[in-house]
C-alpha cells in the first residue's frame, strides 16, 4: 500500500472532518494496556495484522505516543462537540499518570516535557485538577535535571529544538498554564545561556547520518528552532538580549537560504547538503518558516514577515503536492503524509498563515494539501490511516503510525485545524508550543489578495 492510492478500496473521507474522524476510529483500534473497557490505555504505534512502526517504541511520547493523541482527541471533541472523545482523553491521561515516573528523556518531543504539555491542555478541558498536578511533578523532576554548564543551566548542551530548546519552551508554557513562576524563572536562565552563543544553534555533527563537520539550519535539529526559542523568550520578557541573538540566527539561515527571485529554500545542511532541500517542518521550510513568523511576531519587522512568506512561495512553487521526487533523490519532498516530515506539516504552516494574514492564497493551497490528505488516505470498516515512506532514504519501507508526528493523530490534527479555518468559527486551536500562529480560528470578512 502507498500513498499513490493503489490500496485496496475502503473507507474514504469527503471533508477534513469526516477525516479526521476516521483517524480516530481506526487509532481507537489500537487501543492497549486495559483497552478501551478499562479507565487507563494508551495506543499501539501500528495496529495492522502485518504492519511495523516507522518508529523506536515510544508509548507515552508527544512525538509517537499517547501524549500526542491525548492532543489529537482533545481537538476532536472540541470540534464535534462529541464528548464520548473525551473518554479517550481521560484514558489517555490515565496512563500518562503512572507511564511518566519510568521515562528518563526530558525532550519535549520524546520525554517528560512533552507529557507535562499535553497533561496540561487535557487539565485546561477536563477541568479537574488531576491532570495538572501529574504535569506539575513531571516539570518539577525536569527543572531538577538540569546541570550547571558554562554560561547557566542546562540539560543536555545541544540548544535545538529536539533537545535543551524544546526543554525550555515547555518549561515556559508548562509554566504559564500552571503558575508556577520558577519553571518560567529557569527557562529564562537557560535561556540566557543560548543566546550567549555567536550564533545560536549553529552546531557541528551529532546529528545521525550527517557529515562530523555538518551545520544544520532547520528547526528541530538546527539554528532555527534555536532562534524560534530565543524570539519567543524575547516576547515573554522583553530582554534586547533574547532579541538580538535571534536576529543573529536568523541572519545566519538567511545567509544560507538558496533564492529564487521572490522564493526561498534552506540547505539540510551545509556544506554538503546545500542541493537537498526540505519542504516539512523538521528540517525544511515549513519549519523555518514559523521562526520567521515569530521574530515578526514579537519584533513587529515587517522583513522577518516577508522571509516567512518567501518560504511559503518556495513550498508553492515546489510543485508539491502533485509532484514528488523517489525517496532516495535530492528533492525535499517525498511520499510522507505526517506533521513532523510531510504533508500534514504544510497544512500546518499554510493554515497558520492564512489565520495570521488573512490572504487568501494560503487558505487556497491549504484546502489543496488537505485535498491531497483525503485523496491518500487508506481505509476499511476500522478507520482511516496514511501509508508513507517515512524516510526519505529507505523508501521502500512503507508504513501508517497511530502518532502525533509520524501518524494519524497528527494528519488528523492538521485537519482539524484546517477544517477551523474553514469554518471561521472562534474554535480554541490546541496548538504546540513551537506553533506561533493563532489558536483561534479565523474570523471571515477580511481576505486579502495574494
Request: aromatic letters at 8%; proline letters at 6%; glycine letters at 16%.
Amino acid at each position: 500500500m502507498s500513498l499513490d492510492g493503489t490500496g485496496p478500496p475502503g473507507e474514504r473521507a469527503d471533508t477534513p472532518l469526516s477525516a479526521a474522524i476516521g483517524a480516530a476510529r481506526w487509532i481507537r483500534s489500537a487501543a492497549t494496556g486495559g483497552g478501551r473497557g478499562s479507565r487507563r490505555w494508551h495506543w499501539a504505534a501500528n495496529p495492522d495484522p502485518r504492519g511495523r512502526s516507522a518508529l523506536p517504541p515510544e508509548p507515552a511520547s508527544l512525538y509517537a505516543g499517547a501524549s500526542g493523541i491525548v492532543l489529537f482527541f482533545l481537538e476532536l471533541a472540541a470540534a464535534t462537540g462529541d464528548d464520548d472523545y473525551l473518554g479517550d482523553v481521560r484514558a489517555g491521561v490515565g496512563y500518562l499518570a503512572s507511564a511518566w515516573r519510568e521515562v528518563t528523556d526530558v525532550s519535549f518531543y520524546h520525554g517528560l516535557s512533552g507529557i507535562a504539555v499535553a497533561l496540561c491542555e487535557a487539565g485546561w478541558v477536563l477541568g479537574d485538577g488531576g491532570p495538572e498536578e501529574v504535569a506539575a511533578a513531571a516539570l518539577g523532576r525536569v527543572a531538577r535535571a538540569a546541570r550547571p554548564m558554562a554560561g547557566g543551566p542546562g540539560w543536555s548542551g545541544d540548544p535545538a529544538q529536539r533537545a535543551d530548546g524544546g526543554v525550555v519552551l515547555a518549561l515556559l508554557h508548562g509554566g504559564s498554564m500552571l503558575g508556577v513562576p520558577a519553571f518560567e524563572e529557569l527557562a529564562v536562565e537557560a535561556g540566557l545561556r543560548v543566546a550567549r552563543l555567536a550564533v545560536p544553534g549553529h552546531r557541528f555533527g551529532d546529528c545521525a547520518g550527517l557529515p562530523a563537520d555538518a551545520v544544520t539550519p532547520g528547526f528541530l535539529a538546527g539554528t532555527s528552532g534555536t532562534a524560534f526559542l530565543l524570539a519567543r523568550l524575547y516576547g515573554v520578557t522583553g530582554e534586547l538580549r533574547f532579541l538580538e541573538a535571534a536576529r543573529r540566527g536568523a541572519g545566519f539561515v538567511r545567509a544560507v537560504s538558496v533564492l529564487s527571485g521572490r522564493c526561498a529554500r534552506v540547505p539540510h545542511h551545509l556544506p554538503q547538503g546545500r542541493d537537498l532541500q526540505y519542504l516539512g517542518f523538521c528540517a525544511g521550510s515549513a519549519g523555518v518558516a514559523r521562526m520567521f513568523y515569530e521574530l515578526y511576531r514579537v519584533g513587529g519587522d515587517p522583513g522577518d514577515l516577508d522571509w516567512a512568506e518567501r518560504l511559503a512561495g518556495g513550498i508553492v512553487t515546489s510543485g508539491v503536492p502533485d509532484e514528488r521526487g523517489p525517496g532516495r533523490s535530492r528533492s525535499g519532498w517525498w511520499d510522507s503524509a505526517c506533521q513532523c516530515c510531510g504533508v500534514a506539516g504544510l497544512v500546518e504552516l499554510f493554515a497558520g498563515l492564512w489565520a495570521a494574514t488573512g490572504r487568501a492564497a494560503y487558505l487556497g493551497f491549504a484546502q489543496r494539501l488537505g485535498a491531497y490528505l483525503l485523496g491518500r488516505a487508506s481505509g476499511d470498516d476500522g478507520g482511516l490511516r496514511w501509508y508513507q515512506a517515512y524516510r526519505r532514504l529507505r523508501p521502500e519501507e512503507l508504513s501508517a503510525d497511530t502518532g502525533y508526528m509520524a501518524g494519524a493523530a497528527g494528519i488528523g490534527a492538521a485537519l482539524l485545524h484546517l477544517d477551523a479555518v474553514e469554518r471561521a468559527g472562534a474554535r480554541r486551536l490546541v496548538l504546540l508550543p513551537d506553533n506561533p500562529f493563532p489558536a483561534f480560528a479565523p474570523q471571515r470578512g477580511r481576505e486579502q489578495g495574494d
